[in-house]
């Protein structure tokens, strides 16, 4: 399990250091400028100068090299001092957005904190709607709950969120007025009123995605758990004279979750990703959000910086994923 | 008795003119949103009006522009002229006063210094200043004492109004800034985050592409303003949703350039909880000619240089007849409601340079037939018209965007209508407006043969606007396709007349001058066809008073005259 867990890990540094290098390629080759954005009464020699300001006038491997010795070097040494207040990176140049000439990484910090709250919020909820759900729909397959639960999570899967979004803003915002429509990113909870008015601001972006993410997961327990309940040894459960609940929720509810778990942990990164529509839906200042403002502005090293963690994360939870299987399923062995 | 009648007397003030003698700070909170989130503070870093706009309740001009455009002073205390002896009689020079007892937010006094210093801030040639336009052409900016600075000019300037002039040139402390002129600028997160500066607020919280929080300041130099405790500016989002949040929910007082179509405008202000508010500044929707010859069939280098003319559109009958064949108060209705309102003008404001050419305001299908058959294309087999075995086919180019799409599509039936094919094609504004020279898409190189876009002039004076269609501004290979004047224009006479402009100093004169260039471009060659002027549309809440659109300088211009109506 360790050679694996190792080898592993040792596989996925040159993968992600070719993950790096796709996505700068993609970027480089991308359409659209940095300084797209900038009005036209600019004259263009002042543009010279600025995109001169911002290091564009280098070559594409100057400029990837130095991204590489900023995020690999700079930053985990920024993350030094930060922790333990020495200096070392004192004066060394960090990862700076075009958009804000602030270290991206400091803007990812100040962002993590809405996206875990919101989006990991959603995924909460999700997976623990989702799991009864699939769990009852399948012991009942066909009974009415069954075709309720389908239909409810067709619903989830194909409504796409800006419009599932925008329709709860109109009902609940603008008709009853229930939730505010703009996300407060500034609001602190202090005390029993500021935490109901943080509930009431996060409801509707989490109801959105808690949808989307209960539709997702319940149809994958209740595929697995459908699996498990024609089995043999289901048979002999019962033959045993096992009660109906012992059966389901012990013998083929642990071995049904094999599969799950997996999906589960397949799906983490995408908290971190933060849900791009979601939080331009609401304004919540997530990542997604960022992400997606710093796409439409061509802020290249925000970008290229995110889409790499998003990368790492992927792979590190296809890893855990992996070492999950093996630890939960006794079949399945690594050595 | 006599502290009653005081009393009294404040009360009638007070019932009076609630607005006029209240206090700062009086009125609690105000909640703006731009659906731009601001990125950051320092204008100097950023020419996003988002940035610039916000940034203008913190820092200030020396002069800043009115709303009918007129230049009023801000930190100076009056307004340098010919007259008053502030600008030179050569008009090589300009000197600025400030108000004496000016003090910055942290609570020191303004001085002349700092006036030099935002100058030269923006002048350092390594700090890629995105303002630097504004301070183009000055020889020296010396202070004479604490309170006077003179800007001299390499050449005699008749609009003198540009550096310390507008949003765009505030003044920031020399003290905060002095680490960060040049390559540092980058490195001064918390200076471009919280520039301490003159205005009425200044910043307690600033989180990047989200939201900043501000509180009244303390110094600011009307000791009754602003009526505002704190504010927020919030961003994220677009326009439509920013709109709703103030003529919907009524979550926030102030939405800035909520551009929705007119029905929708229509639904919102029946939600009764706020108006929308527009004025018209410079900014105009245009079809822009291909006078050179963008074929495909022309190997790389030669395409769409002056080298080869326009096959159709070097005609100006073919560029009449297209205008003729358009109804603009049409795509007015379409597009903008009453942001908007047709014109035939390069130069629509302000007033005293605006043309009174009107002649492309009626739409005249039949008269722009007869002129194509005048210029010897006559109607094909299949409705389209011919001419020495060419068909009169135009590629019409524009950025993606739902109005601009609205009129590709009707405006092609017009030009179908008169006999023209039409093949339209919509390409993404990031690299439209991105002047990448290694892509055939963007509007600077011009592969097709006509395109449409908006453009407008900063501050009020068109010298510089108009100066793009001159001969050497035409890009072009030679110039990696870097230039302004797209069309490849090229008329001495358009030259010279460009050349007086920049020498003449009297108003009259000058307005004359740019009236004549800006007919020559649009009624006389129609190498330019205005389409709409658009105005700004913006939209606050029924509770918020004092609000006076601008389009010349920020929107947030006169923040410190808001309140909240009781």
Known sequence: MFNFALRRFLIAIPTLLIISLVIFMLLEAAPGDPLGDVPLTVPPDVKEKMRAALGLDSAWYVRYFLWMKQFFWVEPLNLVDYVWGTDYAKGMQRVISFQSRQPVMQIIAERVPQTLTVVGMSYLIGVSIA???????????????????????????????????????????????????????THRVTDWASFLKQVRQMAMPVMVLSLYNAAQISRFMRSSMLDNLNQDYVRTARAKGLTERVVVLV?????????????????????????????????????????????????????????????????????IADLLYGILDPRIRYD | MKLRTALLGAAACFALAPAAYAERGTDGQVNIIYWQAVSTLNPYLSSGTKDVETASLVIEPLAGFNEKGEVIPRLAAEVPTVENGGVSADLTSITWKLKPGLLWSDGTPVTSADVVFSANYCMDPAGGCAQLARYEGIKTVEALDDLTVKVTYNEPRPNPYTAFVGSTSPIIQAAQFANCSGAAASSCTDQNFAPIGTGPFRVTGFRTNDVVQMEANPNYRDPTKPAFATLTVKGGGEAAAAARAVMETGEFDYAWNTQISPEVQGQMTAGGKGQFIYAFGTLVERIEMNLTDPSASLPEGQRATSAHPHPILSDLRVRKALSMAIDRDVLVEIGYGNAGRATCNLVPAPAAYASDNTDCLVQDVEGAKALLTEAGWVPGPDGVRVKDGMRLKLLYQTSVNAVRQDFQAIIKQWWNEIGVEVELKAIDAGVYFGGDAGSPDTFQKFYSDVEMYANNFDGTDPEPYLAQYTCEKAPSPATQWQGENINRFCDPA???????????GEMGKRAEIAKRLNEMLTKDTYTVVPLVDRGRLSAHALSLGGVVLNTWDSELWNVSDWYRIK
């Open chain 2, 494 to 504: 358009y030259d010279a007349l460009i050349v007086e402009l920049g020498r003449t």
């Open chain 1, 251 to 319: 013998h083929v509810l642990r071995n049904s979750l094999i599969p799950v778990v997996t999906v589960i942990a397949l799906g983490v990164p995408t908290i971190f990703g933060g849900a791009i529509i979601t939080e331009q839906v609401f304004k919540v200042n997530g990542l997604g959000q960022q992400l997606i403002t710093s796409i439409h502005s061509n802020d290249l090293p925000m970008v290229m910086t995110l889409t790499f963690i998003f990368a790492i994360l992927i792979v590190t939870f296809n890893l």
């Open chain 1, 131 to 185: 799991l009864p759900i699939g769990i009852y729909s399948a012991y009942r397959q066909y009974s009415w709950f069954d075709q309720i639960g389908t239909l409810v999570s067709m619903i989830g899967f194909s409504v796409p969120t800006f419009f599932s979004g925008v329709v709860l803003i109109i009902v609940f915002a603008v008709k009853l007025h229930w939730f505010p429509s703009i996300y407060d990113t």
